[in-house]
């Protein structure tokens, strides 16, 4: 909530929401979407080996493992009256923490919880069948392009699909749209993020509440969202989901409600959640810094605004606005999707032409380049109260890009520097050997469509260790450039990027977001095979010719935020 809301009124409503259930009881519809909810979220749990196994070993603890297909199958067993009972047994003002005493003269106790017994509860418990396993599947880059399809829909939105069997038929759908161009978008950003704001809240025939539950009826998780010259949606779902859903997301994009009343509860959370990031120490301390590198004006759809500033704009654009933003821009003509899973790859096609292949942005599209900061050596210090962690952010600006010969190198530098967990240099000097920070490290970006890319560091901290860190993070940039990377680190760094590179090709959900990404850049996973290549014949002359050719520490530009005695 701001600080200004009435708490007194929304401790009410909250209240008489929780424990209103005598006056009010649970409907059928009620429990029949939270039962589609919790059913579904088990298929998914089923679905993921890494999640299953955290789960079982809470009803491990619990006695027994099956308890968790039991709980599975005594949700979907349940009755309103026997939901409406249990809530009205349980959720009452004496069985409440709300963060505050209220005594009562003759208080109404909760029934205690009692230990039952594992083995009677499974006397009569039967599984269901087996998840579906999936398929032996080669990921390597050769293998992801040899069992992808790439179509060019009639509008010019780009499809990459690839079927196999995975596990719980599950399939991945990531789509991603670009629409605009650096004229056409000036002056629009909170238009921008306003059509982002009400996109997803409701379409022409059902409410928020009627889409939410339609997907839910599917045991599909979807996201919606957009801002200025983007859009973005994606799907988890099952093979016998997928058109259905794809139908539903069609319909939550081309046909929006633009209710009215969901535009100003948007604005109000919109304006929140700023307000929270405004205070956090991560957040402010990024924004400071990207502020500082900036030099576009106010009106530039690149231009970062300060917290004031967005929230200033989110309150003062209107819905007319947001809805004249989303008629104009919006459009898959500059769009790329990826499907990932058990799907038949002719039927979804025909899908996706249809329900995406005529929709075109009325606007023309040209892609939207940054500009090289020109800001170095820069130390920002902002000030906030109560906070007992810090955080540092900074950026070594770099005019490279992905097709430059030098980064592979500058890939595994950076992992040596602050990418490789404990084994890293930040890692090993400010958080094990001085015990400073809670969290260090560095990371490479470099744009795929210009010479614009960074060096970038950060750091969690206790307040009182800002000089500490600081020193930590100099004395070992110095050390970096100066003696360079070891055998050792190059052999390590290979092992350990190749290892990750090829356990994300493993993730259906990694590999739709890197199709997505290279129908973009008009690429396939032969570039990857390539880089990896590439990475894998470095040697240490070459690694530590493009430290000193490329990290000159006085540029580092630097930001911290938090509460510091010396700053006020």
Not at 182 to 204: M, S
Not at 455 to 466: D, K, M, W
Not at 484 to 496: S, W
Not at 514 to 521: F, Y
Request: hydrophobic letters at 45%; proline letters at 5%.
């Amino acid at each position: 909530m701001k600080k200004d809301d009435d708490l007194a009124a929304a401790q009410k409503i909250f209240l008489d929401t929780i424990e209103g259930i005598k006056s009010e009881p649970i409907t059928a519809e009620e429990l029949k979407r939270a039962q589609l909810k919790v059913d579904a979220s088990f298929d998914q749990i089923l679905a993921s080996p890494q999640n299953l196994c955290l789960s079982l070993s809470d009803y491990i603890a619990g006695g027994d493992w099956r308890l968790f297909f039991l709980q599975r199958d005594r949700v979907a067993a349940l009755t309103l009256d026997h939901v409406n009972a249990v809530a009205s047994a349980w959720l009452k003002p004496s069985n409440r923490t709300l963060g505050r005493f209220l005594p009562t003269a003759a208080p109404d106790r909760a029934p205690f919880a009692t230990r039952t017994d594992p083995e009677a509860q499974l006397a009569d418990f039967k599984p269901h069948a087996a998840v579906a396993a999936g398929e032996a599947f080669d990921s390597t880059p050769a293998g992801l392009d040899k069992r992808s399809q790439v179509f060019t829909l009639p509008n010019g939105m780009k499809l990459a699909l690839l079927a196999k069997k995975s596990k719980g038929n599950t399939v991945q759908m990531r789509f991603d749209l670009h629409f605009g161009a650096l004229d056409n978008l000036r002056g629009k950003h909170g238009a921008a993020a306003g059509a982002g704001i009400i996109i997803g809240t409701g379409t022409e025939t059902k409410t928020r509440a009627q889409l939410a539950d339609a997907f839910s009826a599917l045991k599909t998780e979807w996201e919606l969202n957009g801002g200025s010259g983007w859009g973005h949606a994606s799907l988890t779902t099952r093979r016998d989901a997928l058109l259905p859903a794809l139908e539903l997301l069609a319909e939550a994009m081309r046909k929006p409600s633009f209710e009215p009343s969901e535009y100003d509860q948007g604005v109000r959370q919109t304006v929140q959640g700023i307000e929270q990031q405004s205070d956090e120490p991560g957040a402010v301390a990024g924004l400071a810094l990207a502020r500082a590198q900036q030099h576009y004006a106010a009106d530039d759809p690149r231009y970062t605004p300060s917290f004031a500033e967005s929230i200033a704009q989110t309150q003062a654009t209107t819905l007319a606005e947001s809805v004249a933003f989303y008629r104009t821009y919006w459009g898959a003509d500059h769009a790329d999707m990826a499907i990932v899973g058990d799907f038949d790859p002719e039927q979804v096609k025909a899908a996706v032409t249809r329900l995406f292949g005529d929709w075109k942005s009325s606007v023309p599209y040209a892609r939207v380049l940054g500009i090289a900061p020109d800001a170095r050596g820069l130390h920002l210090v902002e000030p906030l109260k109560d906070k007992a962690n810090a955080t540092l952010v900074a950026a070594l600006p770099l005019k490279l890009q992905d097709t430059d010969a030098d980064y592979p190198a500058l890939t595994l530098a950076a992992h040596v520097l602050g990418g490789g967990e404990f084994g890293s240099r930040l890692n090993a000097r400010i958080r094990q050997k001085d015990g400073l920070s809670y969290g260090v490290g560095a990371g490479l970006e470099a744009s795929a469509f210009q010479p614009l890319g960074s060096l970038q560091f950060y750091a969690i901290y206790a307040p009182e260790n800002r000089a500490k860190v600081q020193a930590g993070f100099d004395e070992e940039l110095a050390r970096f450039v100066k003696d360079g990377i070891t055998p050792a680190e190059l052999a390590e760094g290979k092992q350990a990027i190749l290892a990750e590179r090829a356990t994300t090709r493993t993730s259906d959900v990694a590999v739709a977001g890197g199709w997505v990404a290279k129908l973009d850049q008009g690429r396939t996973f032969a570039w990857s095979a390539e880089q990896d290549a590439k990475l894998a014949a470095l040697t240490v002359e070459q690694v530590n010719a493009a430290i000193r050719k490329w990290i000159v520490p006085a540029s580092v530009n630097w930001s911290v935020a938090g509460t510091f005695k010396d700053v006020k």
